[in-house]
């Protein structure tokens, strides 16, 4: 496939291109594998919500999401990378593919702390998209560095998020992931993880990681577009 292919979908579709205004938008990322993409409907939803959380009621995402799923059908390869933004202000949906990413093997994080301070009490954060574009700062930075990624701390020094992934930690068969308060909320955390947790026998529980116990177990990563994967700090 070609290095990027990009459709609008939606009443705004023909402002495709236009320069929209410096607002949050709500976005999420899926893999397509064998030709299909994997949990769509989860997605758009993800992306129904975000324009919730900013007071929108996108009723024409519906017509827009079926507009996707012929494109797909056209266009998607076996494998790629589908990229949707919600573009409220020109009611239109986005869509990109691009080849699919995957985690390199070692996978370094380089502790920061989280570049937007304390963000558990902000009811947006969890909405991929709406806690302002600071990701490819973060990333620029650590590359700097040597790292793959930042893992991101909260200003008591637990464990937030990475710049691009839900974080956990396994110690002895317990696979521990932070309270959800502040960070994005994962597809793949919520419909891949378990099962996947399962089949190593351990167990999932949410609770506040010390960045210090990093050192007594395994850090992993996820997410939808990477599936999970370990990580070793810097």
């Known amino acids: ?3 990027a ?3 609008a979908f939606g009443p705004g579709a023909t402002c495709h291109g236009v320069e ?3 607002l949050p938008f709500p976005r999420t990322a899926l893999p397509i594998r064998h030709g299909a993409p994997l949990h769509l409907e ?3 939803e993800r992306l129904h919500a975000g324009a919730k959380a900013l007071g929108s009621t ?3 995402l519906a017509e827009a999401a079926e507009e996707l799923g012929h494109w797909l059908k056209r266009h998607a390869a076996p494998e790629a990378a589908l990229r949707l933004e919600l573009r409220l202000d020109l009611k239109l949906m986005e869509a990109r593919l691009e080849p699919l990413p995957q985690a390199s093997i070692p996978y ?3 502790p920061l702390p989280h570049p937007m301070g304390d963000l558990r009490p ?3 954060a969890p909405h991929k998209g709406l806690s302002g574009p600071w990701r490819p700062q973060v990333l620029a930075e650590v590359w700097q560095h040597g790292a793959e990624d930042a893992l991101l701390l ?4 637990t464990l937030a998020e990475t710049a691009i992934a839900t974080v956990a930690l396994e110690r002895e068969g317990i696979l521990t992931l932070p309270p959800a308060a502040g960070r994005v909320a994962s597809v793949a955390e919520r419909l891949d993880l378990p099962l996947w947790a399962e089949a190593r026998g351990w167990t999932v529980h949410h609770a506040s990681i010390p960045r210090e116990d990093c050192s007594g177990g395994q850090i992993w990563c996820m997410n939808a577009l990477r599936g999970l994967w370990p990580a070793v700090l810097l």
Request: aromatic share 8%; net charge positive; hydrophobic share 40%.
């Open 5 to 7: 292919l990009r459709a």
């Open 122 to 124: 902000n009811p947006l």
């Open 1 to 3: 496939m070609s290095p």
């Open 20 to 22: 929209p205004q410096n």
């Open 58 to 60: 996108p009723s024409w």
């Open 108 to 110: 370094r994080l380089a």
């Open 42 to 44: 989860a997605h758009l």
């Open 154 to 157: 909260w200003p008591d020094g």
